[in-house]
C-alpha cells in the first residue's frame, strides 16, 4: 500500500532527517515505526500526506507518487490521529468526526449520521455526540481522534504517538481498542511511537530507525526480538527483550487441571464459579482474601508468567470467555512453554 523508494529529507538548516529510505508498508498491515529522538520516525509518516516534503526519492500510495497528487486531497484521502487528538475546542463531537466528510462534499445530514455511526464503533456512548472536547476524559478525546480519522472510510490510518499523553491504564484499553477495530476495518497502518512494548504489541512489522533517519530493521515483532540486526537494535530493545517474545504466545494448549484441594491455599469462587481470590486456609475464617487475576487462553504467557509469581499458591487460575473457572495452571508449566515458545521464535526468525 505504502512504497518508500530512495527517500532523504534534508532540512534547510542542513539536518538530514531520513537518509536514503526505501521500506514497504503491506496493505491491512500495522508498520510500527520506532527509536529515539531525531531518528526521523515522524519525518517519516508526515512525508506520506505530504506535511512534510521529501526532498528526493519516492513515495507512493496505492500505487500513486504522492507529488503527482493535490496535497489537499491527498490529505483528506489519509486518516490522520495526533497525540492529544487534536481535536477542535469550539465543535460538538459530531462535528469534530464530521470534518473531513464535509470537507469532501457530503450532505451534512449524511456526515452527522457518520460520525454517530463512529462514535459506537469506538466505544462512546451516543450521548456524548452533542458535548465539546472539554467534557470528554483524555481517553476519550483520543477515540474521538481515531473516529474522526476514520469519518472518511480511509484506506491508510497514520497515528503520530496516539496514545502518548494518556496513562498506562488508558493506554493499554485504547491499544486493545486499536486492535479490536483493526480486526474489523483491516486499515493499513503507520504507527509511531517510541514504546517498544507497545510497538510489540500492535505492529505486524516493527521499523527501527537511528539518529539521522536510518532505517536498522524492519521486521515482524518475533524475529525482531529473536534476532535483532545489531548491538543498537538489541540496546533499544531492552534486556528483557526475552520476556517481551512470551507476550507474543498465549496461552491456549497450555495444560491446566482442577483447584487443588489441599494445601495451604485455597481458590475461592462465587456461586456462579467466578473466581474471588486466594484463600489462606492456615488464617481460619477471618482470613482477608488475596487478589487473584484469572486469565483466558486468549492472554500471553508473559501475564501468566507475572501471575504465576504474583500468585501466593504459584498457580494461575484459568477462566472461560464469561469470566468461569475452568481451572488452574501450575508455574512450572507455563515456565516449560515459555521456554518452548523463546526456542521456537528464535529458530523461526
Same mark, same amino acid.
Given at each position: ?57 519516492? %513515495? ?128 493499513? %497502518? ?15 512489522? %516493527? ?143
Amino acid at each position: 500500500m505504502i512504497n518508500f523508494e530512495a527517500v532523504n529529507k534534508r532540512f534547510p538548516n542542513g539536518t538530514t532527517a531520513v537518509h536514503d529510505l526505501s521500506l514497504e508498508m503491506e496493505q491491512g498491515g500495522v508498520t510500527v515505526l520506532v527509536g529515539s529522538s531525531g531518528c526521523g520516525k515522524t519525518t517519516t509518516l508526515r512525508m506520506i500526506n505530504r506535511m512534510v516534503e521529501p526532498t528526493s526519492g519516492t %513515495i507512493r500510495v496505492g500505487g500513486k507518487d504522492v507529488l503527482s497528487q493535490d496535497a489537499a486531497e491527498l490529505r483528506r484521502s489519509i486518516g490522520y490521529v495526533i497525540q492529544q487528538a487534536g481535536l477542535f475546542p469550539h465543535r460538538t463531537i459530531i462535528d469534530n468526526i464530521a470534518t473531513v466528510p464535509l470537507l469532501l462534499g457530503w450532505g451534512r445530514k449524511k456526515a452527522r449520521s457518520r460520525a454517530a455511526e463512529l462514535l459506537e464503533t469506538v466505544g462512546l456512548p451516543a450521548d456524548s455526540g452533542r458535548r465539546y472536547p472539554h467534557q470528554l476524559s483524555g481517553g476519550q478525546q483520543q477515540r474521538v481522534g481515531v473516529a474522526r480519522a476514520l469519518a472518511a472510510d480511509p484506506p491508510v490510518l497514520l497515528m503520530d504517538e496516539p496514545f502518548g499523553a494518556v496513562d498506562p491504564v488508558v493506554r493499554t484499553q485504547l491499544q486493545d481498542e486499536l486492535l479490536r477495530l483493526q480486526k474489523e476495518l483491516n486499515k493499513t %497502518i503507520v504507527f509511531v511511537t517510541h514504546d517498544i512494548d507497545e510497538a510489540v504489541r500492535l505492529g505486524d512489522r %516493527i521499523a527501527v530507525f537511528r539518529t539521522g533517519g536510518h532505517l536498522v530493521q524492519c521486521a515482524p515483532p518475533e524475529e525482531l526480538l529473536a534476532r535483532p540486526a545489531d548491538p543498537f537494535v538489541a540496546d533499544f530493545l531492552g534486556a528483557e527483550r526475552g520476556l517481551k517474545l512470551l507476550s507474543l504466545s498465549t496461552l491456549a494448549g497450555v495444560p491446566q487441571g482442577p483447584a487443588p484441594a489441599g494445601g495451604r491455599w485455597e481458590l475461592a469462587v462465587d456461586a456462579s464459579g467466578v473466581p474471588l481470590g486466594w484463600r489462606d486456609k492456615d488464617a481460619g475464617d477471618t482470613a482477608t482474601l488475596l487478589p487473584v487475576r484469572p486469565l483466558r487462553d486468549t492472554d500471553s504467557l508473559l501475564s501468566a508468567l507475572n501471575e504465576s509469581v504474583a500468585s501466593p499458591a504459584g498457580l494461575v487460575a484459568r477462566v472461560d470467555a464469561d469470566g468461569i473457572l475452568t481451572g488452574v495452571t501450575a508455574r512450572e508449566e507455563i515456565h516449560d512453554r515459555a521456554g518452548t515458545a523463546h526456542s521456537t521464535a528464535r529458530a523461526a526468525a
